[in-house]
DNA sequence: AGAATAGGCAAGTATCCACTTGCCTGTCAA
DNA sequence: TTGACAGGCAAGTGGATACTTGCCTATTCT
């Protein structure tokens, strides 16, 4: 859980979540372009694919290998959780 | 924004929230000696102000001075829209 | 008044992390 | 089969940040 906090610290984290929102199952270049095109980031294919590395190591994102190509896909799950943490129950007011 | 993921991305900041819904509107003290109790965090107080000021600076907390202490109290509404970032729209499938 | 309590400010340190750089592997098309 | 394409690995670097250290102010209690 604590990978997942930590993997949406970053905002071009965040973007290509947000790119995989829009369209699920994206290889590494695309998502570089569309990070460029869209969200004017402007970093290095390697820089990608380590974010992608985090993404994947907190669970946020699964990956499928076809032949030259890596397709990456969002799994929302973790994301549910997190909302979940803070906003259910209504704090107790301090009266001591 | 930005400075609400920044803010949560903090395994001691997250466990200043939950303290938080526990019992709003603490002191300085009060938060940590409780996150040493039920957290095991052994902080000291000027890192536990540090992390204060973050949460603040997030918008996650606000404070109010009495005297000689100041009390925190959770705000939210921060969290209620990271929630709902990713989790509304289905992503579109890949058919290209 | 004097001591203890609650908290603040600021500089220094050490670690973490995003990004680069350079090179390598595997796949497909001409 | 040769070159272009898609991606991987690993070491190095610079900047951010969590935490400490030392000292200071303000409030309350005896």
Known sequence: MDDV???IADPTRRAI???LVDRDGQ???EICSRLTMKHGICS???AISQHLDVLQG???VESRREGRFKFHFLNRKPLEQIA???LRAQPRENNS
């Open 27 to 29: 290889s590494l270049f």
């Open 44 to 46: 290095s294919r390697q």
């Open 5 to 7: 906090f930590r993997a």
């Open 17 to 19: 979540l947000d790119e």
């Open 58 to 60: 907190a669970g946020l």
């Open 84 to 86: 979940r943490r803070w």
